[in-house]
Nanobody, 117 residues
Framework: VLLVESGGGLVQPGGSLNVSCVAS????????MGWYRQAPGTKREPVAV???????YYPDSVKGRFTISRDKAKNTLYLQMDNLKLEDTGVYYC????????????WGQGTQVTVSL
């Protein structure tokens, strides 16, 4: 299984970015998929999580600004980020869950998102 993120970059506060994650080699049912981020010196945290049934979770810090979506035909997961803030800076990782329980077990290498004046 290979997950490859792209679309990160440098953006000013209030701007938007759309990051993508292409999955290959997936031969099993996916129980969940999501986006996490990690800022320097902090733990990796979820910013958008979607179940196979389509239920979505966003933490309060990004609710109303971030949108997760999936294109099954393209094996691609997206994260649309609007009204970006300085504190959204970090490495963004996509992940998938291959088991009914146990959390995310496949991760991408990450893409850097920097929000700066």
């Amino acid at each position: 299984v290979l997950l490859v993120e792209s679309g990160g970059g440098l953006v000013q506060p209030g701007g938007s970015l759309n990051v993508s994650c292409v999955a290959s080699g997936v031969t099993f049912d996916i129980y969940g998929m999501g986006w996490y981020r990690q800022a320097p010196g902090t733990k990796r945290e979820p910013v958008a999580v979607m179940s196979s049934a389509g239920h979505v979770y966003y933490p309060d810090s990004v609710k109303g600004r971030f949108t997760i979506s999936r294109d099954k035909a393209k094996n691609t997961l997206y994260l649309q980020m609007d009204n970006l803030k300085l504190e959204d800076t970090g490495v963004y990782y996509c992940a998938i869950q291959s088991q009914r329980v146990g959390g995310f077990d496949y991760w991408g290498q990450g893409t850097q998102v920097t929000v700066s004046l």
